[in-house]
C-alpha cells in the first residue's frame, strides 16, 4: 500500500510575487466567538458583549472584536501560505474598513507582494503578503500586511507519520 501525503502547504520556491491565493475556507462568526474572544483578551469595551448599549450605538448591534477578526483571517491563510514557516515576523497596516457582526461569514484572500533569501539564515527565505478578509455580501472587512520566514523545500523540518504507519502495519498483518 502506498500513503500519499496530504498538503503539506508551500514552502520559499513555491512563492511568486502577484500571485493571488484564494483561502479556501470561510467561517461564520458567532456570539460565543466574539464572546470569548473579549474575554480572553480582556478586553473591557461593552460594544462586543452588552447587546443593550451596542443597541444604543450606530451599529445597533455587538462588534466582533477586531483581534478575532486578525486572528481568523490569519488562520484562515495559514494552509496556502505559512503552513512551513519558521517565523511570522510582522503585522502591518492592519485596516478595518467595515465592521464584523456576529452571523457574519469571513473569506480571504493573500497577494503575494515581496520574498527574498534571509541574509542571517540560508534555510529560509523571507515573504510579505497582503491578505484580504471579506463578509458574505463581498464588504472588506480587514487587510493586512504579514510578512514571514519559510523554510526552503529541502531544509524544512521531516514530518513522518510513523502512527499511521503502525496502524496500517497492524491492519495487513490481520
Do not use: C
Not at 451596542?54 to 472584536?65: I, N
Not at 507582494?113 to 523571507?126: A, D, F, M, Q
Not at 471579506?134 to 514571514?148: A, L, S
Request: net charge negative; proline share 4%; glycine share 6%.
Amino acid at each position: 500500500m502506498h500513503i500519499k501525503e496530504g498538503w503539506i502547504g508551500r514552502f520559499y520556491e513555491d512563492f511568486e510575487i502577484g500571485d493571488i491565493y484564494s483561502h479556501p475556507l470561510g467561517r461564520t462568526v458567532t456570539k460565543t466567538d466574539n464572546i470569548y474572544m473579549t474575554l480572553l483578551t480582556q478586553n473591557t469595551n461593552p460594544i462586543h458583549f452588552d447587546s443593550y448599549y451596542s443597541e444604543q450605538t450606530e451599529f445597533g448591534q455587538p462588534l466582533v472584536d477586531s483581534t478575532f477578526t486578525i486572528a481568523l483571517v490569519t488562520g484562515q491563510s495559514v494552509s496556502d501560505l505559512s503552513q512551513n514557516a519558521m517565523a511570522n515576523l510582522g503585522w502591518d497596516e492592519v485596516r478595518l474598513p467595515n465592521p464584523v457582526f456576529e452571523g457574519d461569514t469571513i473569506y480571504s484572500y493573500s497577494e503575494v507582494l515581496e520574498k527574498r533569501e534571509s541574509k542571517s539564515r540560508p534555510n529560509v527565505g523571507i515573504v510579505k503578503v497582503k491578505t484580504s478578509g471579506y463578509n458574505q455580501k463581498g464588504d472588506v472587512v480587514i487587510t493586512f500586511k504579514r510578512t514571514f520566514m519559510i523554510y526552503k523545500k529541502d531544509h524544512a523540518p521531516k514530518e513522518k507519520n510513523t502512527l499511521l504507519e503502525k496502524v496500517l502495519e497492524k491492519e495487513n498483518s490481520r
